[in-house]
């Protein structure tokens, strides 16, 4: 289950774009690809936080994707992830022959369909009910094994969602398939190779690349009604019987209301044009909190255009970095050793340098695997009408070349393109030590092995930490240089910055070097090559 959701938030981080663009209902705003991605990063940091069991696991992700849910098929992906957890909570429940998927699938199914208020087919919920109705046959059958449900799942799910445009005249009239139902495709996907290693198919990755039936009129259609105000979200303390009278009120209210939840828990969604008078339902059922108010009419207009403040959030791999970077000007999110900063600490970030939430803002992920969450924050950001932009800095040292050229005065188009250039053009290295045996790049290495590593990839084997370090950089200087930069971390000894100074002097006399102390995990050194 912990496997899924990792293989699931990343894989929703590469489908995230492709998503948002296929949005058009209910509202056109092209925000269900980042919204399904918050929700789901949510569902995983309850996940790994969990007691390794598959009751605990599964009640965990339920609970965090309904804490996260964001948007309409966020709400109706947390639903779903109820039902599941419904059942694979049950005593004695295993995922051993994929019966338990089966009835997982079909219990979400049915959740989902009850969360909406109005059912609408041709969209997430159509495609939900064809993937458990796949899975219920295949596991009826002899030997259901847990890979072949997976499969048969994710089979049918792929086949509705083509079907989509058939359904829903909206989708018909855009070409395009429902974005909430493709985002369903792509966790299910991801289940699928979690337990078999298949990749699938990449999915369609501009507007329209669907196949979608010609129409069948041909006279001017008829002009949409008006689309409500607003969005109105909160999470609700309230008991299930009055969960009914809410349902009843917000429906008198709006449309495409969501009521996800059970128990004592719930979120709602609902677009209406009384935003006071959805809020006061809530108040009238229990405790509403977290609530979220967003016009959306201003999801479509451009920022107004004048002076704007400029906010820097920078991820740091440890203090002395942290202090580098704030000093540069940036915000610094950092977490605890080995852990990859949150779409919600990056947000939370950007707050702290505004907290009038109106500056403009630019993100350094610095470490390849923060771009996805970065992309994901400023999607977010762009939603509640401020300019984002993520410089793709996959190193620490590409964020320090980046923080040097920048200028909060200059125009923030160019100003991203000075950041991203300067990045761009600084080559990357590190020194670490091996932990265990293992096949890399350059061969097999034994722990206590010292690696050398280059543009990501391991290239050196050695024993000596100096030794090692002064290969890497001479290769990273092997195109040119003008500037060495050399980040200290934990294990790097006395002398060891120092020695790399003197091999670049003697090599390279037109380069320069510079030394900082990082404080950065597992790392000795950290280099860079402008």
Request: charged residues 20%; proline residues 7%; hydrophobic residues 45%.
């Amino acid at each position: 289950m912990v496997r899924w959701c990792r293989a699931g938030l990343d894989a929703l981080a590469a489908a995230r774009e492709e998503i948002d663009a296929l949005n058009v209902y209910p509202v056109p705003d092209g925000d269900t690809g980042t919204n399904l991605y918050l929700t789901f990063e949510a569902a995983l940091q309850e996940a790994e936080a969990a007691e390794p069991t598959l009751a605990a696991t599964a009640e965990a992700v339920a609970r965090g994707a309904l804490l996260g849910a964001r948007g309409n098929s966020g709400i109706i992906v947390a639903q779903m992830l109820r039902g599941v957890a419904d059942v694979l909570s049950r005593p004695g429940t295993t995922l051993a022959d994929g019966t338990a998927l089966a009835d997982g699938l079909v219990n979400a199914a049915d959740e989902a369909y009850r969360a909406v208020a109005d059912p609408v087919e041709g969209t997430i919920l159509t495609v939900a009910r064809a993937a458990a109705d796949a899975a219920r046959r295949r596991a009826a059958e002899p030997v259901p094994t847990l890979p072949a449900v997976a499969l048969a799942a994710a089979a049918a799910a792929h086949e509705a969602l083509d079907r989509t445009p058939e359904q829903l005249d909206v989708l018909r009239r855009a070409g395009v398939v429902d974005a909430g139902g493709r985002g369903l495709t792509v966790l299910l996907d991801a289940f699928d190779t979690v337990l078999t290693g298949r990749r699938p198919l990449p999915g369609p990755r501009t507007v329209g690349a669907h196949t979608v039936p010609a129409p069948v009129r041909q006279e001017p259609p008829e002009p949409p009604a008006p689309e409500p105000a607003y969005e109105v979200m909160y999470l609700l303390d309230a008991s299930e019987p009055e969960i009914g009278t809410l349902r009843r009120t917000l429906a008198g209210l709006g449309d495409s209301l969501v009521v996800s939840g059970a128990g004592e828990r719930w979120n709602v969604h609902v677009h209406t044009d009384d935003a006071g008078a959805a809020i006061e339902a809530g108040i009238a059922a229990g405790r509403p909190h977290r609530i979220s108010v967003t016009y959306l009419a201003a999801q479509h207009r451009a920022p107004e255009p004048g002076e704007r403040r400029r906010v820097v959030v920078a991820f740091a791999a440890g203090d002395g970095l942290a202090e580098l970077f704030a000093e540069a000007g940036a915000v610094v999110v950092a977490t605890a050793t080995g852990h990859r900063p949150s779409t919600g600490e990056m947000l939370a970030a950007a707050d702290r340098g505004d907290p009038t939430r109106t500056s403009d803002v630019v993100i350094l992920p610095n470490e390849r695997d923060a771009v996805p969450v970065a992309e994901a924050a400023a999607a977010e950001l762009r939603t509640h009408h401020r300019r984002a932009a993520v410089i793709p800095t996959v190193a620490q040292v590409q964020g320090l070349a980046a923080l040097a050229v920048h200028e909060p005065n200059r125009a923030f188009d160019a100003d991203v393109v000075a950041m991203t250039a300067a990045a761009g053009q600084t080559r990357h290295g590190a020194v670490t030590v091996a932990a265990r045996e293992a096949v890399t790049m350059a061969g097999v290495c034994k722990p206590g092995d010292v690696l050398g590593v280059v543009d990501g990839d391991f290239a050196v084997i050695g024993a000596d930490l100096l030794d090692v370090a002064t290969e890497v950089v001479a290769r990273m200087l092997a195109a040119g240089g003008e500037l060495v930069t050399v980040v200290t971390g934990d294990g790097a000894g006395p002398g060891l910055a120092d020695g790399v100074a003197r091999a670049v002097r003697r090599g390279h006399p037109e380069a320069d070097t510079v030394v900082y102390r990082g404080g950065q995990p597992r790392y000795p050194l950290l280099l860079g090559v402008e």
